[in-house]
């Protein structure tokens, strides 16, 4: 079957910064997707990669390993905005996307 | 330019009942995914429509159909409502038959099956 795994919640400072992991296991690969979806609101596109390496997006950066079947979201200088849910989704053989169940990432003072 | 709209916002039925979501997409674009989101289910996919023609199509019961007009607006109808019905459907507008492009979701509709 096909399978995204991600942290169910995370914890991190203001400030700070905080890595969310995404790993998969899915028929095929298209690319791999994160987007950012704000409590009560629709989930807004973060970033695509498709290949290895890092793409960075100001205070935001995103990794992907396809032979490890890995990707992170690195977020910096946390601000209590970027408390929200981060949706990691593959575009698997037929391009259809494979969605995590999400990471809660709660910010702290 | 207007974002994706989606109607109605909040819907509570009962069980036995048939509902129908409608998604309006950003001017321009062709194509709608429809999904269902449950906490701690991630976000499923239902279908994808594409010029009025059914694209691609999730796993999830017949009771589940949709259809797109041509004026790509979409619409999804769940028949015989179940209690584990209950989430939040999304509807995402993509700008052309591109596999690979950007997916720009509503504000999802929050149906409960009482």
């Known amino acids: 079957g096909q399978n995204i795994d991600q942290p169910t919640e995370m914890t991190a400072t203001e400030g700070a910064i905080v890595q969310i992991n995404c790993t998969y296991q899915?028929?095929?690969?298209?690319?791999l997707f994160w987007y950012q979806q704000h409590a009560g609101e629709a989930p807004t596109f973060l970033s695509y990669?498709?290949l290895d390496g890092l793409e960075e997006k100001g205070r935001f950066s995103s990794f992907l390993s396809r032979s490890k079947g890995y990707s992170y979201l690195l977020l910096k200088e946390l601000q209590m905005k970027d408390s929200a849910s981060y949706l990691c989704?593959?575009?698997?053989?037929?391009?259809?996307?494979?969605w995590g169940a999400g990471t809660k990432l709660i910010i702290k003072p | 330019k207007a974002g994706v709209t989606q109607t109605p916002r909040y819907l509570i039925k009962t069980r036995g009942q048939q509902v129908t979501l409608s998604c309006s997409p950003i001017?321009?674009?062709?194509?709608v995914s429809w999904y269902q989101q449950t906490p701690g289910q991630g976000l499923q996919f239902l279908f994808e429509y594409f010029s009025e023609t059914q694209r691609n199509k999730g796993n999830f019961p017949g009771r589940f159909s949709g259809r797109q007009f041509s004026n790509s607006r979409s619409e999804m109808n769940v028949s015989t409502l179940e209690l584990g019905d209950s989430a939040l459907y999304l509807c995402?507008?993509?700008?052309?038959?591109?596999?690979?492009?950007?997916?720009?979701f509503g504000p999802g509709t929050r149906l409960t099956v009482l």
């Open positions: 001017s321009g674009h062709r194509s």
């Open positions: 899915t028929s095929g690969f298209n690319g």
């Open positions: 995402a507008s993509i700008k052309g038959s591109g596999d690979i492009d950007t997916q720009y």
């Open positions: 990669n498709v």
């Open positions: 989704a593959v575009l698997d053989s037929n391009y259809q996307l494979i």
